[in-house]
């Protein structure tokens, strides 16, 4: 007979609630969650197809070390103890600032890992933290720091209340959502027009979230004049709500005046969103009863991310929204971690690079890695959670040749990936079925969630013997370094200490994990994990969250307390640059423009090893009809697809779902690499982001973000008997000069 254990899943950011059926430690069945109090019985396929991921025969069950062109399984001791005298070795030699981290979106929706890794590089010295951060949504954390006084101060649509909600650049039923907690995202679009509301999704692929409510076309990468439109439309209509904006914001004609140029007129002519189609959103808009506009990816991912958000909030708060039910909301997680981060300097916005870049909520900018690796400023890498080679712009191959020459590269994952596969270490971790944890950071913490409640899950799984959590391989190599956590000796010892036991009785009491998350959820005022997983292993609603908490309290961080509605660095780059991009558009209005597109059997690359996901040998590049018949082309057939950087063919989809003279490419795929991933080596793909660029030129100065959604290309049908897949050729783009 199986034992049945309630967990939730953290493949996405859903985190829908599961019903695991379990036999000799092997997963038999999972299912949704009924009584899961927010997922109610929603969870999708790469939920419940877990399983085999979990027991994969490809999983890296035992620290692996390359020797020469072989895998030899090592000792924990002995790669740790090898990994440490590098790291040693390179700080004697070139300073703590060579050793450099890389994280995931995996190591987003684990809670301790966070903690142990930030100590760990604090306590070398090194601020040298990368990750997909910066190719995600970095410039949300730099317009929250700007104008709320915390990177973590997110504020989330009130779903369940408003009367209009406009998303742009997200395609939520497929994805699951991104910094606010939303399964059964379907459901809840459709309550607000039930209830006589309005949803508009903005986007230049009519997306599948689109099939409830309406949508809208968009050029990409032109919401900047979109929302300052919109933003300026609000203020002539009188829909500002001036008594709140005096009491508790700043700057307001500050805004006032760099929007005033931005006429509905104006941003038609690059946007394709005519301008009675953006009157009637406006008027929408202020006459609602509660009306929440949200963007992520699709806008993060351009050229103007960071000023895009902040228009986006400064809508939202002129017009009476945040802070009031329907509006947006600031949620309160278990204890308030926006103001505890603001104590950590690693985690504030601040300009220690050589080139003046910023660190973002504790990243730098993933683009500047094969910079850094090439001009010999970071020469140890730890990767974890990551696929950068597939994940991030990768000019010619240049990041992959970065990689290769690193005196150091060390994955953390549960496959020997792209990295992995070129890496001197790889570290097994568990799977967040062998791991006992709370719903990632932003939701437990921060609160972004539109119907708080909190669950707490045991491991379902033990894992395989050879197999550990990160935080305990980073507490380990503290210990072997002999750098003190927490800048404090007595918790760097405790930790330290439990690492080394776990395997002993003692390491029973000296329970890390436990210790932590039973103190987390105490902090909130729940039972402890015990309790919560015996009395409520479904979850516990908390207090439903009605605004009215945030404007004129002591939760705005802001140095006057103030909502700061024109931060001078944000104000300043909007004025540099509106005008000149808006030539740009104007000059390139007849180019095709590339975008990703997520889909609902794949996680990024996490699932592409997936034989129960994963059945196509290959992603398709989604054109228009206009566009095909421009160039040719019928459904099927092998385009080419072109930018400033590099070059790939790849078949066709033709479709009416996109807007002409864009093209919708599944990014992350591409695995003709990995070593460990034989499934994925025979559903390979094409990587898109061989047409993404790196360093300087295409990292958004304010956040670090990575240009990945917009891209201007060149579309051709491809030669007689090409082949799919990358092709520099003549292009040379990895020989760019390395920055300096
Ligand atoms: N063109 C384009 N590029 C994009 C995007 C886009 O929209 N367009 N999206 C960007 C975004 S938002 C992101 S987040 C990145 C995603 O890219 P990454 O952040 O690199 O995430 P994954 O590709 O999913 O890689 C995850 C790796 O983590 C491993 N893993 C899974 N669970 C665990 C765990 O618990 N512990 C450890 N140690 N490893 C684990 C998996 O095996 C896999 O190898 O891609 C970015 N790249
Ligand atoms: N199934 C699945 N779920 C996932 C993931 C996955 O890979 N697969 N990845 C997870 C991760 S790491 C993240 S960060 C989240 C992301 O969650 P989302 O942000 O919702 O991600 P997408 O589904 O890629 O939606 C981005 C949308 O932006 C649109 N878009 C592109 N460029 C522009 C533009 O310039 N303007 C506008 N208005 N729209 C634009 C695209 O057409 C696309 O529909 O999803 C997570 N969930
Ligand atoms: S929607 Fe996300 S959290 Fe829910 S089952 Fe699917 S992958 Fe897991
Ligand atoms: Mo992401």
Known sequence: MPDTHYTFCRVCEATCGLKVDVADNRIVDIQPDPDHVVSKGYACVKGTRYASTQHSPDRVVRPQKRVGGEWRDVSWDDALRSIAGVIQQQIALKGPQAIGHFVGSAGGANVLSPLFRGALWAGMGSKRMYGTGTCDTMNKFRVNEDMYGSPMRLAHPDVERTQFMMVLGANPVISGNTLYHLPRSRERF??????????VFVNPRRV???????????????????LAAFCRELIA????????????????????????PWTPERQAAVTGVSAAALRDLARSHATAKGAALYM????????????????LECINAISGNLDSPGGTLMGRGLFDMAKEVTKNPQMMVSHDREDDLPTVSGQQPAGMLADDILSGRVTVLVVEASNPLLACGNPGGRLEAALKKLELLVSIDLFRNEVGSLAHFVLPATTWMERPEVPYALQSFAGCNPTP????????????????????????????????????RLASGAAKLAARVTDSRLGRWLDVPNLLLDGMLRKGGLPGRKRMAREHPHGILMAEHHGGDFLGTDRVLTSDGRVSLAPRPIVERFEATAEVLYADEVANADRVKLVGKREMRRMNTSSANCGALVKE??????????????????????????????????????????MPRTIAIPQCWGHTKADGLPHARKHPGVNSNFLAGDGPETIEPLSGMSHLSGILVELRKAPPGSLPGEDFGDLGAQERTVAP
């Not at 459709?190 to 949803?199: D, F, L, M």
């Not at 599948?208 to 979109?226: C, K, N, V, Y």
């Not at 909190?454 to 503290?478: N, Q």
């Open 617 to 658: 040998t290959t992603n398709y590049a989604y054109i228009s009809r206009d566009d095909a018949t421009r160039i040719g082309v019928a459904d099927e057939d092998l385009i080419e697809v072109e930018s400033a950087y590099g070059r790939i063919r790849i078949p066709a989809r033709v479709t009416d779902e996109m």
């Open 296 to 311: 992520a990816t699709g806008v993060n991912q351009g050229r103007s991310g960071t000023a895009c958000f902040w228009l």
């Open 208 to 226: 599948e979230s689109a099939q409830t409510g309406e949508h809208l076309f968009i050029r990409p990468d032109t919401d900047l004049f979109f």
């Open 453 to 488: 409640y909190m669950i707490y899950a045991d491991a379902v799984l033990e894992p395989p013997p050879g197999v550990r959590p990160e935080w305990w391989m980073y507490a380990r190599l503290a210990d072997e370094l002999g750098v003190t956590l927490f800048d404090n």
């Open 237 to 260: 209509g009188e829909s500002v709500d001036r008594a709140r904006v005096a009491r508790f914001m700043s700057g307001f004609e500050v805004l006032e005046r760099v929007v005033a």
């Open 190 to 199: 459709k309550a607000i027009v039930e209830r006589g509301g309005r949803v």
